[in-house]
């Protein structure tokens, strides 16, 4: 396939997504770009949020970590259903109640408005960074494939690509989004089907063989009891799930924005409960994908190992067909996610950040939203051009799980001593123990090897979050 070819394809699947922009984006103002009008259908919601929460990264990632890892991410995507039962249970019921937009104005009710601010910053720097990871690995493998090519710098295809989300999601936001995502995800399953045919007929397998192949497989072991120091430890891998689920969809709005744009709570909850559904059997499927894979590059010699085998079997050894879905495939799982993380950020930083619905009138909201919405978009180009420099090695996926862990602790903390306390705390104090917490963990985990035998892997979130409450109950008011 050559570059131009390539470019048709990428510049065919813009036109499709900036002419659902063109449909959904009439008579939107601020309510569309951060709400939706609260009008969104919950299964088209459900059937989205399966592509923004897949993203680039597990496209890419997940299939890559057979060889190392087995199949034990699926004990990670086990705890993922009881987090979701808990956003489903706990959080969307409040997040209704107090009709919020940004999910942190709860922060401000129950503690005050330095917690308020803290918990949208560490939002607001988990999601840049977050994206960035996201769409780094997807920017990084469209450079090698065509844009080395063309002689097209990085920067540039970063530029491009971030500007490509920007023209398609400036006007309404997340009510185009939740649209695009659907769209984006379907491509994205077809993608996986169509490799998992492919793939498995030049491995000599067919329909229910392959199901059986993947089974009976020694790479598709998933759970792992035996040393409960290892990272990859059933209870340490289940537990981190749910709680990464809660911290990066429940407290996350990016993943929140989209389900309270549906109309009613009874909707919200519907689309939680689906989506986690379909989610356990897609990442199931992912799996199966990256063992085929894995075992067609050991049978066939070809060296191609973590994020590498996917874009390389695809591109060199599987065919044109495999490689025109991959290519969508890929483009699909990073923009579903990158555009409503551009939206998301943009919705934080106009409402925490500057109060523009307590501070303005709609007209002048909807100017600042605009401007705000082309300085994320720049940031979120030199952040990703920074990543170049800096990830060396390891596969992107585990990155950017124990960043969250890092980032998103200090939200956990905050929101659980929120729920599950009556205490207030010293409001002041609160940014203090957010930045500590983290330090504090960070040097813990680098050293428990040495001190305790122990790794703690995605555990990190778990207790960073620890710390964040002990912190907040050490800065508690008294009650009077």
């Known amino acids: 396939m050559n570059p131009t070819q390539i470019i048709l394809l990428i510049v065919a699947y813009f036109g499709l997504l900036i002419l659902i922009s063109f449909f959904t984006g ?23 949020m399966i592509g923004a929460s897949l993203s680039g990264v597990t496209f890419i990632s997940v299939p890559g970590w057979i060889e190392a890892s087995q199949f034990s991410y699926m004990q990670v995507v086990l705890g993922y259903i009881v987090g979701y039962l808990v956003i489903g249970l706990v959080l969307l019921p409040l997040y209704y109640r107090l009709n919020l937009t940004s999910i942190y104005t709860y922060l401000e ?6 917690s308020y601010k803290t918990g949208a910053s560490f939002f607001l720097i988990s999601r840049v960074i977050g994206a960035s990871f996201r769409l780094y690995l997807v920017a990084n493998v469209l450079q090698i494939i065509l844009f080395d090519e063309l002689g097209i710098e990085f920067w540039q295809t970063v530029t491009i690509t971030v ?9 309404s936001g997340i009510k185009t989004i939740v649209w695009t995502d659907t769209l984006q995800t379907l491509f994205m399953l077809i993608v996986v089907g169509v490799t998992i045919y492919f793939v498995g007929d030049e491995l000599g397998l067919s329909g229910s063989n392959i199901f059986s192949f993947v089974l009976d497989s020694d790479l598709s072991k998933t759970f792992f009891f035996d040393d409960f120091k290892s990272s990859n430890y059933f209870w340490k891998q289940f537990i981190s799930g749910a709680f990464i689920a809660i911290v990066m969809t429940g407290l996350d709005q990016d993943m929140m924005q989209k389900n309270l744009t549906c109309r009613t709570l009874k909707d919200a909850q519907k689309n939680m409960f689906w989506f986690t559904i379909v989610l356990t059997i897609v990442n199931f499927v992912f799996l199966s994908l990256g063992l085929l894979l894995t075992v067609y590059a050991q049978q066939n010699g070809i060296d191609a190992h973590k994020d590498d085998l996917f874009p390389i079997l695809a591109k060199n050894h599987l065919g044109i067909g495999v490689f025109v879905f991959f290519l969508l495939g890929l483009i699909a799982a990073a923009y579903s996610s990158a555009d409503s993380a551009l939206t998301s950020l943009t919705t934080s930083f106009s409402i925490d950040i500057l109060d ?61 001593y929120g729920l599950f306390s009556k205490w207030q705390v010293k409001d002041k104090w609160v940014p203090v123990i957010a930045i500590l917490s983290p330090i504090l963990s960070y040097i813990i985990s680098v050293n428990s090897s040495k001190w305790f035998g122990f790794e703690f892997g995605f555990f990190i979130l778990i207790l960073n979050g620890f710390l964040t409450y002990l912190g907040l109950i050490l800065i508690r008011r008294q009650q009077h």
Do not use: C, M
């Open 26 to 48: 009439k008579k939107s103002g601020n309510d569309a770009f951060f709400k939706g009008n609260r009008q969104s259908p919950w299964y088209v919601v459900a059937f989205g």
């Open 109 to 114: 009710t129950r503690f005050g408005n330095y």
């Open 163 to 171: 500007l490509l989300i920007w023209l398609y999601t400036f006007k």
């Open 356 to 416: 523009i619905e307590k501070k303005h009138n709609a007209e002048k909201q909807v100017r600042i939203r605009k401007r705000i919405h082309v300085f994320i978009s720049l940031i979120l180009i030199l952040v990703i051009i920074a990543f170049k420099y800096i990830i060396k090695d390891a596969s992107v996926i585990a990155k950017l799980f124990v960043f969250a862990g890092y980032t998103y602790g200090p939200l956990l903390g905050l929101y659980a």
